[in-house]
């Protein structure tokens, strides 16, 4: 039996980027692996599909949901057939498993919004940001010795780690002959599906599309990230304005070189590493034109 703690978050006041309301918030009791669902309303629908993409494929009967008494959560434990254990009526607590993540999630997301430099309308994309970090990263309540994401899946989580909104470059899209083949971008962390597993795909949003103001955002799974300091493009003299100017290719403000000495060998390691990537790239794309 999987015993979930569920409850409703949010700013209904102030709503994010694409009309968000609410973020449904979800925890396994047992592993401590949490989700954040941002949702435009809060209705049976959209709570059935928070709770489908956080338990997956588990059949009906083995899941137990302790929640307060919201039409839209009972009507959507009922469709699911998920075991429900509701909170008492009429009582300040009403599930302190829930509630003192979305005290948690508040705190991570102001945290996160200052250093990104985003505003406070990327909220969704920030709770969205940490139901994949805060799992592979925090201690399982089950086993001090991994983390929630392992303790949940029965594996480690072993790919790239990144703060919300710093600057990577990914593979442009049908890119011109002689244009670059990437573009610049937002780091808004790895994409979960159903049973909040990771399969090595990442959100970003482009540069220019932060840009234009369409926050059109992109699926990838291949990144690279510039060699030494994190960088945070949008983050600039306390305002949120995208540091790049009209001259084609500019890609922000960079921190002055540094020595070798600067760096300590992780830094060192991953930066040798991305160049050794490049020209090994580059010569495989040299080739293949060669042949064509």
């Not at 009309?19 to 809060?42: C, H, M, N, W």
């Not at 925090?138 to 029965?154: F, L, N, Q, R, W």
Request: glycine share 8%; aromatic share 10%.
């Amino acid at each position: 039996l999987t015993a979930v703690a569920a409850a409703p978050g949010g700013d209904t006041t102030h709503p994010g980027i694409h009309g968000e309301q609410y973020t449904f918030v979800t925890i396994d009791r047992y592993s401590g692996l949490v989700g954040s669902y941002p949702l435009k309303a809060k209705n049976a629908e959209g709570t059935e599909e928070a709770l489908r993409r956080f338990c997956g494929s588990r059949k009906a009967g083995i899941v137990s949901v302790a929640s307060d008494r919201a039409p839209e959560i009972l009507a959507a434990l009922t469709n699911l057939g998920f075991a429900s254990e509701p909170a008492e009526p009429r009582n300040s607590i009403h599930n302190p498993f829930a509630e003192s993540f979305i005290r948690t999630l508040k705190g991570i997301s102001a945290s996160i919004l200052l250093q990104s430099g985003l505003s406070h309308e990327f909220w969704p994309l920030a709770h969205r940001y940490i139901e994949w970090a805060y799992p592979i990263t925090k201690v399982s309540t089950a086993d001090p010795e991994i983390t929630c994401y392992e303790a949940h899946h029965g594996y480690a989580y072993e790919s790239v780690k990144a703060p919300f909104g710093c600057l990577v470059y990914i593979k442009s899209v049908d890119p011109l002959p002689f244009a670059p083949k990437g573009e610049s971008a937002l780091f808004l962390g790895g994409e979960l599906i159903a049973g909040q597993k990771f399969k090595g795909l990442y959100h970003v949003m482009p540069l220019s599309s932060f840009r234009d103001g369409t926050y059109r955002e992109r699926i990838v799974r291949t990144l690279a990230f510039p060699p030494g300091q994190w960088q945070f493009p949008v983050k600039g003299s306390g305002e949120n304005v995208l540091k790049v100017d009209n001259q084609p290719g500019y890609l922000g403000n960079f921190p002055e070189e540094l020595d070798d000495e600067d760096l300590d060998d992780e830094e060192i390691a991953r930066r040798d590493a991305l160049l050794e990537k490049e020209i090994k790239d580059f010569i495989i794309e040299a080739e293949k034109s060669s042949h064509e």
